[in-house]
């Protein structure tokens, strides 16, 4: 079996990289393990290398349509369907994914597609019956189901997860520190400032909070530094997985505040299709709080592996952590056991596992 996936993303230095470029890449990845798999994505020339096991091939674009990185002008990786007996393409808002689909199914090939929100701005579905040629929908989560098209509804199914437990897992010779833990792209859908905010409620100067994540956004990030006055705050831009692995494991808890509407005002209807910050937190044995934004409540046991919490909250926030750090250390000893047991069937040996069924 000849696998390909097709990610429109426009893999280059300005990329955005987030949840809906990882999980492509990552599931390819760990796919390559099992079968002959080809990931194709974009980039300003023409590339072919090796992943491990996973072939990667990226396709010059003429240009970007609109200038949306996402939506990028490319006719040559169609060629790489010919030799394919599976093509899962990836977002399906983009002339690259409905290219990709069409002549899949018009050469015979089973088809699959998984949604993350946004897209481009020109694209084909809404003039020709593209979705009809997809065999299914394969969703990470019951609320980015539920975001489909009806007509892609009706032939969803739903793979929960995407974790590398290999990679992180908990390290038992490291002791917690008294660290509140942010993972994630600074931009205002994440929710940040009331994660902040929520930080100078709980009053606590024995108590550090870590920001972790490269800046997207630079308004964002200077009204942040703006709440910081009198605070222990840290953030770090540059962090290597090590260093990632390290502030996961000796982190009291990790933190994912992000919102629908941001503190400007502006909606963003999928602010998180999963959020991998809690996947991995959890695998590593740490605790975690959410907001009630996007699917995230989907991938945490509420009372049991951390709290999910209303969003635009720094008091909801600031009343969870509180919970977690009056904790005595064998209530948190139960906590960390049902995060490593929680995150087990949402391994990428599981998902990959259960893509195969569907797709043979």
């Not at 390819?28 to 300003?44: I, P, Q, Y």
């Not at 090590?242 to 509407?261: D, G, I, N």
């Not at 996007?294 to 909250?313: C, H, I, L, P, W």
């Not at 952590?321 to 005595?328: C, G, H, T, V």
């Amino acid at each position: 079996m000849k696998i390909v996936h097709i990610t429109p993303t426009y893999f280059d230095h300005s990329s955005v990289i987030g949840g809906g470029e990882r999980y492509p890449t990552e599931l390819a990845f760990w796919m390559s393990k099992r079968v002959n798999t080809t990931l194709v994505s974009f980039a300003s020339d023409r590339q072919s290398y090796s992943q491990g096991k996973l072939n990667v091939e990226t396709y010059p674009v003429k240009r970007l349509i609109h200038g949306n990185t996402v939506n990028p002008l490319s006719f040559r990786y169609l060629s790489v369907i010919l030799r394919a007996d599976i093509v899962h393409i990836h977002h399906i808002n983009t002339l690259v994914s409905d290219l990709g689909c069409l002549t899949g199914f018009l050469f015979g090939k089973r088809v699959f597609v998984t949604d993350y929100g946004g897209g481009g701005s020109l694209f084909l579905n809404h003039k020709l019956p593209v979705f009809s040629c997809y065999r299914n929908a394969i969703t990470y989560s019951r609320f980015g189901l539920n975001a489909l098209p009806f007509e892609l509804q009706k032939k969803s199914l739903l793979i929960k997860g995407g974790i590398d437990a290999d990679k992180f897992c908990p390290d038992g010779s490291l002791e917690k520190e008294n660290k509140i833990l942010y993972v994630g792209r600074i931009l205002p859908h994440k929710g940040i400032n009331y994660l902040i905010e929520a930080f100078r409620l709980l009053n606590r100067p024995d108590y550090k909070l870590k920001i972790l994540g490269r800046v997207y956004s630079e308004q964002f990030y200077q009204d942040l530094k703006q709440m910081l006055e009198g605070l222990a705050v840290e953030f770090v831009h540059d962090a290597d997985d090590r260093r990632l692995l390290h502030e996961y494991r000796t982190a009291k808890v990790t933190v994912l505040p992000s919102v629908h509407t941001t503190c400007y005002g502006d909606y963003t209807p999928v602010p998180e299709l999963m959020g991998f910050t809690l996947l991995e937190s959890q695998a590593c044995g740490t605790p975690v709080i959410c907001t009630d934004a996007g699917a995230m409540s989907e991938f945490v046991d509420d009372d049991r592996t951390g709290f999910v919490v209303k969003q635009n909250s720094g008091e909801a926030i600031a009343a969870a952590l509180r919970k977690l750090i009056s904790l005595s250390p064998l209530e948190y000893a139960g906590y960390q056991t049902r995060c490593c047991e929680w995150i087990k069937p949402l391994s990428w040996s599981s998902v990959v596992e259960e893509h195969l069924k569907i797709y043979q």
